[in-house]
């Protein structure tokens, strides 16, 4: 069993920037490929970014492509987000995920992730 528990959200102003933090039980988080998602009120969780267990393949949404940065800490079981350039329509809560082990498959949806953490707000005023 993996538990995440996101932080680094608030209110930001547009343009501004913030860094999300997920942090993971266990030894084996390398193991892990790591997910951010994100679910703006009315509206699905979508796919945000991802990056393998190793670190060394990255994925995002194009939306997001040249603005959020994913990175991760295998020695401290922590990934993170970087959100710069922040605009209001990226408000939504932020929820970090954790494939199975060894996992094989794609990193865009939902059910290819089976860990969650509670998620973690981030609002952007214009």
């Known amino acids: 069993q993996v538990q995440l528990v996101e932080s680094g959200g608030g209110l930001v102003q547009a343009g501004g920037s913030l860094r999300l933090s997920c942090a993971a039980s266990?030894?084996?988080?390398?193991?892990?490929?790591m997910g951010w998602f994100r679910q703006a009120p009315g509206k699905e969780r979508e796919f945000v970014a991802a990056i393998s267990g190793s670190g060394g393949n990255t994925y995002y949404t194009d939306s997001v492509n040249g603005q959020f940065t994913i990175s991760r800490d295998n020695a401290k079981n922590t990934v993170y987000l970087q959100m710069n350039s922040l605009k209001p329509e990226d408000t939504a809560v932020y929820y970090c995920a954790a494939t199975a082990p060894y996992y094989g498959g794609s990193y865009y949806y939902i059910n290819d992730y089976r860990y969650w953490g509670q998620g973690t707000q981030v609002t952007v005023s214009s």
């Open positions: 266990g030894r084996t988080f390398s193991t892990y490929a």
